[in-house]
Antibody
Framework: QVQLVESGGGVVQPGGSLRLSCAAS????????MHWVRKAPGEGPFWLAL????????YYRDSMKGRFTISRDNSLNMLYLQMNSLSPEDTAVYYC??????????????????WGQGATVTVSS | IVMTQSPLSLPVTPGEPASISCRSP???????????LDWYLQKPGQSPQLLIY???NRASGVPDRFSGSGSGTDFTLNISRVEAEDVGVYYC?????????FGQGTKLEIK
């Protein structure tokens, strides 16, 4: 079945780095844009970054530029989020999620329709 | 784009209808005729799940008691008859421009 599974979360000290991974299965990963979204306790979801299906375009929330890097490996069906210079404000559950579909004939937006179970990141000394 | 939802809290008796409003300060209508506004539900302890995309299209597997309407800057999520399993926090999200942005959330609870 269609599935996204995050890994790599954990506890990290302020100023530290962490790399999240997201394994995709059950669909043609290379045909979809992918997102990272986080949710901190007591807050709403917070969109972080988008990478196009072909890895040609990346978009970030301004406040994350320079600290977070989204990447993908279509040969491995993997999505990544490299996070540097972490602060306690980055403590959250991080979700990878599936976006727009692309084909030779057209592309199709059907919402952010598949979400992983989330990876918990805690930034604390 | 700052999305504004109302109400923020919504107590509902099972079987009764419910309605959530979402407003955008600028139009979410794209040149292709689609409104880039989605609705998501996050149930307790779960990941967000897509309910409605492009303003009014029900996602796969979503019960038909959920419907979305509106265009431009004003949108509404309607639940025709609330069931106990509908509890959680509902979010609208604009997908017209990056950064995608969510509303503050509407917490639906059962009376």
């Amino acid at each position: 079945q269609v599935q996204l599974v995050e890994s790599g979360g954990g506890v990290v000290q302020p100023g530290g780095s962490l790399r999240l991974s997201c394994a995709a299965s059950g669909f043609t990963f290379s045909s979809y844009d992918m997102h990272w979204v986080r949710k901190a306790p007591g807050e709403g979801p917070f969109w972080l970054a988008l990478i196009s299906y072909d890895d040609n375009n990346k978009y970030y929330r301004d406040s994350m530029k320079g600290r977070f890097t989204i990447s993908r490996d279509n040969s491995l069906n993997m999505l990544y989020l490299q996070m540097n210079s972490l602060s306690p404000e980055d403590t959250a559950v991080y979700y990878c999620a599936r976006g727009r579909y692309h084909s030779f004939s057209a592309d199709r937006y059907s919402g952010v329709d598949v979400w992983g179970q989330g990876a918990t990141v805690t930034v604390s000394s | 784009i700052v999305m504004t939802q109302s109400p923020l809290s919504l107590p509902v008796t099972p079987g009764e209808p419910a309605s959530i409003s979402c407003r955008s300060p600028e139009s979410l209508l794209y040149v292709n005729g689609n409104d880039y506004l989605d609705w998501y539900l996050q149930k307790p302890g779960q990941s967000p799940q897509l309910l409605i995309y492009l303003g009014s299209n029900r996602a796969s597997g979503v019960p038909d008691r959920f419907s979305g309407s509106g265009s431009g800057t004003d949108f509404t999520l309607n639940i025709s008859r609330v069931e106990a399993e509908d509890v959680g926090v509902y979010y609208c999200m604009q997908a017209l421009l990056t950064p995608y942005t969510f509303g503050q959330g509407t917490k639906l609870e059962i009376k």
